[in-house]
């Protein structure tokens, strides 16, 4: 069975930071791309960042481009995102999402079970 | 980057009942067309990818069809557990998009 387990989550001032990290198991993690999607309060899923499966491409939104990194230990199984320069706006759930292939391009087949980051004063 | 739209934006339907659900791209997305169900505290499931076919999990009521610019599922007598919010996502261009969701709730 496949599991994603969020962590990191946290109340953090406007311009602070903090790391996110996604535990993966029941799968062959270093095979699959991944990807973070956020879900602010009461509203839509925004996907936030990808990572394909060997680390060597990335890419984000541009609401978070300059500001937040992807990354992945395939030797731990685990996805990360550095969150800098926090706004307000960035208040959401972040989920840890599975792509259904090696390709980045692809469905999101698992999702974690969310982890809240609330960025207020 | 495609913008996705989806209608209605809530859907009042009574138990036993049909539920359509449009969504809409503004490209054409082919057949790179996923639907998410997301019951609230809960993480979005995979419900149909590749337009039309069904997640694991998910009984043979739900069906998706379309291609291109123009998308439907449809659940074709609800249950109880099928009250929640549905997001459309295209996958074909990058980035991937979602739509904004269609709830459905009980009428």
């Known amino acids: 069975e496949v599991q994603l387990v969020e962590s990191g989550g946290g109340l953090v001032q406007p311009g602070g930071s903090l790391r996110l990290s996604c535990v993966a198991s029941g799968f062959t993690f270093r095979s699959y791309a991944m990807s973070w999607v956020r879900q602010a309060p009461g509203k839509g899923l925004e996907w936030v960042s990808a990572?394909?499966?060997?680390?060597?491409?990335?890419d984000y939104a541009d609401s978070v481009k300059g500001r937040f990194t992807i990354s992945r230990d395939n030797s731990k199984n685990t996805l990360y995102l550095q969150m800098n320069r926090l706004r307000a706006d960035d208040t959401a759930v972040y989920y840890c999402a599975k792509t259904a292939d090696t390709a980045m391009a692809n469905p999101f087949d698992s999702w974690g079970q969310g982890s809240l980051v609330t960025v207020s004063p | 980057e495609i913008v996705m739209t989806q209608s209605p934006a809530t859907l009042s339907v009574s138990p036993g009942e049909r539920a359509t659900l449009s969504c809409r791209a503004s490209?054409?997305?082919?057949?790179?067309l996923a639907w998410y169900q997301q019951k609230p505290g809960q993480a979005p499931r995979l419900l149909i990818y590749g337009a039309s076919t069904r997640a694991t999990g998910f009984p043979a009521r739900f069906s998706g069809s379309g291609s291109g610019t123009e998308f439907t599922l449809t659940i074709s007598s609800l249950q109880s557990e099928d009250f929640a919010v549905y997001y459309c996502?295209?996958?074909?261009?990058?980035?991937?998009?979602f739509g904004p969701g269609t709830k459905v709730d009980i009428k």
């Open positions: 990572i394909s499966d060997s680390a060597g491409n990335t």
């Open positions: 490209q054409r997305v082919s057949g790179n």
């Open positions: 996502q295209q996958y074909n261009s990058w980035p991937p998009a």
